[in-house]
């Protein structure tokens, strides 16, 4: 089983819906995070949370919210999706304690299109 | 803020050439730097990285990469390359002052290696 699994792997949708992608993880990580990817531009930067009382924006913040639920649960939100929010979703992992080095553990992905 | 370039969008290269993709950094302090890979369909899988020590880091798949500090640079080799090598490959930086907590990616090169 992998140790970071996202849900769901594949969603169409019309604009206007409301879209949940979740993620959990058994890692035992502290911190995850949410990358969208678009052809061109590599991953960028979404949300990412520290603790399950820490949410920060990233770079691409609008139009998207998060929810830390738990130490393993970090779900990914749009209100309202619309077109150009059409990409692969990548959530990820990552440790800090020790000797780590904040390398990133990602899920497998959620394609998400929106027509 | 830190940004992450990679010069070359898409290589094509026949089996058994010799690969160097180019990674260039904006920042100026202490880093760590890693080469993350993701083959067709799939997630991102770490490739190698370097936090301290020997600048010539050595990866999986006898992938290695080497970091000059005075050129910003932490490019990556093989020196022949197979088709399973197909994939993309992307630079990533994260940065002391950020606790080195906040992974920024390169946009990414597709190589396409024909048999």
């Known amino acids: 089983d992998a140790d970071v699994t996202q849900t769901p792997r594949n969603r169409i949708t019309k604009t206007g819906k409301r879209i949940m992608l979740e993620c959990s993880q058994t890692k035992g990580h502290d911190r995850m995070y949410w990358y969208r990817q678009d052809p061109g531009l590599g991953l960028r930067l979404i949300y990412y949370?520290?603790?399950?009382?820490?949410?920060n924006k990233g770079e691409i913040s609008d139009g998207y919210s998060v929810s830390r639920q738990a130490q393993a649960k970090f779900s990914l939100s749009l209100e309202s999706a619309i077109p150009n929010q059409t990409a692969l979703y990548f959530c990820?992992?990552?440790?800090?304690?020790?000797?780590?080095?904040?390398?990133?553990?990602f899920g497998e992905g959620s394609r998400l299109t929106v027509l | 803020a830190q940004s992450v370039s990679q010069h070359n969008h898409h290589v094509i290269l026949s089996e058994a050439a010799s690969l160097e993709l180019g990674c260039n950094y904006s920042?100026?302090?202490?880093?760590?730097l890693f080469w993350y890979v993701q083959y067709p369909g799939q997630h991102l899988q770490l490739l190698l990285k370097y936090f301290s020590g020997d600048p010539l880091v050595k990866g999986i798949k006898g992938f290695e990469a080497e970091f000059i500090k005075s050129k910003f640079s932490f490019n990556l080799r093989k020196p022949s390359v197979q088709w399973s090598d197909t994939a993309e490959y992307f630079c990533?930086?994260?940065?002391?002052?950020?606790?080195?907590?906040?992974?920024?990616f390169g946009t990414g090169t597709r190589l396409l290696v024909s048999p």
């Open positions: 949370s520290f603790d399950v009382k820490d949410i």
């Open positions: 990820a992992t990552s440790d800090l304690r020790g000797e780590s080095t904040g390398e990133l553990f």
């Open positions: 990533a930086v994260n940065a002391r002052n950020t606790g080195f907590q906040k992974l920024v």
């Open positions: 920042y100026g302090g202490t880093v760590n």
